[in-house]
């Protein structure tokens, strides 16, 4: 009889076909067949049609198994066929099996049913390459070229966080670097792939759903996969080289949070501004703001960068690189200050900082007065030039009497107040103030004895009732 519950399934591992079927234990005429020996014979074929000629079935003989058909311990025989040429290089191929019977005196049974199998195709597209990115205010549009794989069905979009300019590899609790974290954003099937190219000249993909506002750079990966649905995996699930992935930003109108001033210090005829900002990925830039008044106008009076260099100008943004943005906000908090040395001393002056991105997005830039202020009191601890008391020349003045001191620096209303005398008896002192404040250069001292020797020294006072050091002391004689 002829062999009967013929199948032919995909076997795994190893890779193949498997061919099954039930053993003939019986003749044509339905008796039992009591030879100890027969044979089957496989035929594999890569058309119906060729395995529809039954004179022709030898041309087409794979394999034989032997058996035994009085052994009532193997009702069910097999066979595994694992030539490497059942695996197509790219998808799935059929191929058809018969079966014959054979006894011992060589009499050969009708041909079995032909069926057909297909080794599962487990092996994914290769890469695809990246070749471009557009930022948008509320999107991002990523371009890649066309993958050339026969069998390939479509494109599968993941996006990841980039870390400056390469996808972020997240840290468990030990600080151990862990794989990438991709998540599935879109896809494009190989017919919308098809139209695109025909109508623009590229495949693309617009990511609409980036949170908005975000400071981040975003990765993307392009994997291709094939009719069997086998999907590209790069290396252990991370891009396995720099052509498989993008990075791009929203290029978006939200500004940092103000920072707090956490120190307003005078200083010498200057004022120190310190502030905290929160840690933005894309922070770039501080302004410092100056007002005579709590709501002022304002003068721009200075700023900084986040790493320390100090602005010439106002940061007016740019387009910044991923290579330059982190996933993390580093450090987690941002510390920074500012000298501001256009002030007067003794008067009160009202600051307010904001916070810049690297687009030049500003906190509070339609209205910087709502950016709360803060005031200080200047000072200045500069004291007036020490003078220099003049070699006694004519001790007595053009008229009157008394002893006449003179000396130097010319006054000037505009820098001093006046200049104050002192004199002693004794180079080393006591000296007691002989004069009111002298606008100047020149004093009459008509407290002084004829005949006796005298020392003068002589500060100068500022407009701020600052003092300078005494001038060395000079001897006169009236």
Known sequence: MSPAEFQVAANKAPLGLALTWRKVTRDVAGHQILDPFQSYRIYRAETLDDLDDVAALPAHLLATVNANPTDPTTPVLSWLDTDAGLIAPYGEKDFWYRLQCVDE?????????ALSGRVPDVRPPGPTKMIGSDGKATSIIVYWAPNSEPDLAGYQVYRSVCDYGKPYLPKDERKHRQGC???????VSLAEAKEQLEEGGSIHFEDTSVP??????YAYWVRAF?????LYMGNAGCPAGPDEYVCQRLYEETPPPVPIVSALKARNEAVLIEWIASPVQDLRAFHVYRSD???????WVGGALTDGTVLADRWAGIKPKCEEIPAEAK???VRACFLDTGVEPNRVYWYRVSALDWLGNESEGADLMRIPAVSTFTFSTDRPPTPVVAAPGSAMPAEGCGLEVRWDPAFDGATLKGFLVFRSTAAGGPYRQVSGVVQGNQFADEGALRGTDYWYRVQAVDPG???????????YRY
């Open 226 to 230: 094939d009719l069997a649905q086998n």
């Open 105 to 113: 005196l060589g009499l050969l049974s009708d041909p079995s049913a």
């Open 181 to 187: 974290d991709f998540v599935l954003v879109g896809q």
């Open 212 to 217: 908005e506002g975000s400071p981040l750079c």
């Open 293 to 299: 008044e709590e709501n002022g106008a304002l003068t």
């Open 465 to 475: 009732g600052r003092t300078s050091d005494a001038s060395a002391p000079v001897k």
């Open 331 to 333: 450090p987690p908090a």
